[in-house]
């Protein structure tokens, strides 16, 4: 027998799983039609950006209401900061261990969606009522109360929460979504992903120059190369692997590390192994790292 995790996840098998969570999540919460039930990766945190990225561009003011009551909901409201105007609906506590009374919050009827944290884990609070926030959408992180009553899911636009601690595996985040919210992320994810592109360019075009001056071997043709990913051989053509054995060990010293190829066996049946480097986070500072490690290393090779 193999658990879920270990299954492959476009088997029939896994399908029927995906499916059948999502009816039984539907019945128990009465989930209306109009929703999305996405099971999505990245945990509670990875929706602290993902909300205002979808959601704070719904109106042009670019805002959101935060109710901070707690490590969770601060988090969340300090990651909202990278992509729109925040405003705190109450005056910051000293202490989480109250919700100031409503009567007391100043909710901006402009703002894209009101955020609260249904219960703040680290804190022990929880809303035991769902806050009326008249024409603005409602936004709940129920982490770490998912499931553990009957919620009205009409009274919020969006409900996110990480399913290790009362549904499933970590790293899992089940978002409960109205449909018609959809279609409105901020146009900066796209040039963050275009920034991405652009300095995997740069690394790896910086990489392969360093090879090129060397004369090591890059096993594919210029016009295909990857980004992302070098295979190469050094010594000799096909490789010698004396002296890439001693240059694994001479680049692990300098931190460079997981060097060592992927093996595969040739039509001809020949096991290849060689070596390979890989750039799959296009940050400045990958980047920068990169740079000064090949010049070290440039040295050391020479
Ligand atoms: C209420 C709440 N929100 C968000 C998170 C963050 O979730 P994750 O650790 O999956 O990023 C937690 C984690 O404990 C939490 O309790």
Redo the contacts with the bound molecule.
Sequence with gaps: QISVLEMSHRSSDFRNIINNTECLLRQLLNIPENYKVLFLQ???????SAVPLNLIGLKKDMCADYLVTGI?SA??AKEAEKYGKVNMVHTELDRFTSIPGTSSWSLNPSASYVYI?C????HGVEFNFIPDTKDVILVG?M??NFLSRPIDVSKFGLIFA?A??NIGC??V?VVIVREDLLGNTLKEFSSTSNSVAFLSNLTSKYAYSVFCNLSQICLTDVECRSRMNIPFRIGKKGGDETLEKLFLDGASKLGMISLKGHRYRTLYKKIICGLHITFYTGSKETFHRCKARFCIFHIFIR
Excluded: H, L
């Design positions: 990245g945990g509670g945190s990875g929706q602290f969770f988090r969340a944290c219960n703040e884990t680290a992180d982490t770490s990480a290790q601690k970590a790293g985040t």
